[in-house]
């Protein structure tokens, strides 16, 4: 089964509005980290942001913000006032913190191409 | 910035040639990942390093060797290529496998033809 889903390939945004980004993970691992990438055309992998499963607040990291609903085990991604430049692949991951074989890999959801229009 | 660099950044090669990949990191980080990254798969973990001469495999590491002589270079051999094996190559670093840290390098290109 799939660690986590990412179901829009694409979305499209006009500059300066927010656009949510989806992302559903399973694990029943109960402590666990929740992560998003963004990959621009160059290549480089940029993290974005970081959610904890035991925190308590949404994450948030200037214009960006983790909606973290556990019980529904979703973790989209919120991008307010959208600029060109956030044009990109966007990528949805999890850790795992107690399975020791693991040992703190990522898993990594499919992405979402996301294209900021004017 | 981290300090996380790979070589080569691009390769060409040919079918059955081996290629080894390097990852070098100056945090002394003791957790170094191998991924490979293909349209429509996200990253997909290779091999995976949690010290010296200690590795293990991930989900798609047929084909694929790796060594740790020191802490802060992480190797990848492709042992003969194949044209399979043409994808985007990242490596990570965490200090811990716990929390918000896993910082990747630029990636290398491996393109065999």
């Known amino acids: 089964a799939q660690k986590i889903t990412q179901t829009q390939p694409g979305m499209f945004v006009q500059e300066k509005e927010a656009v949510t980004l989806d992302c559903t993970y399973d694990t029943s691992d109960p402590s666990y980290g929740l992560f998003w990438y963004k990959q621009p055309s160059s290549g480089e992998m940029i993290f974005l942001i970081y959610q904890g499963s035991y925190d308590q607040q949404n994450a948030t990291e200037g214009r960006y913000s983790l909606n973290f609903q556990k019980a529904r085990k979703s973790a989209n991604l919120v991008i307010s006032a959208s600029q060109l430049g956030d044009s990109a692949m966007y990528f949805c991951?999890?850790?795992?913190?107690?399975?020791?074989?693991?040992?703190?890999?990522?898993?990594f959801g499919r992405g979402t191409q996301l294209t900021v229009w004017p | 910035d981290a300090g996380i660099t790979q070589s080569p950044r691009h390769k060409v090669t040919e079918t059955g040639t081996p290629v080894t990949l390097r990852c070098h990191q100056t945090e002394n980080h003791r957790y170094m990942y191998w991924y490979r990254q293909d349209p429509g798969h996200g990253l997909r973990l290779i091999h995976y390093?949690?010290?010296?001469?200690?590795?293990d495999k991930g989900e798609v590491s047929d084909g694929y060797s790796v060594s740790r002589s020191k802490t802060e270079d992480f190797l990848l051999t492709l042992e003969s290529a194949t044209s399979s094996q043409t994808s985007v190559y990242f490596c990570?670093?965490?200090?811990?496998?716990?929390?918000?840290?896993?910082?990747f390098g630029p990636g290398t290109r491996l393109t065999v033809t």
């Open positions: 991951a999890m850790r795992e913190a107690d399975r020791g074989s693991t040992l703190g890999r990522l898993y």
């Open positions: 990570a670093i965490s200090e811990s496998r716990v929390g918000y840290e896993q910082y």
């Open positions: 390093s949690y010290g010296v001469k200690d590795t």
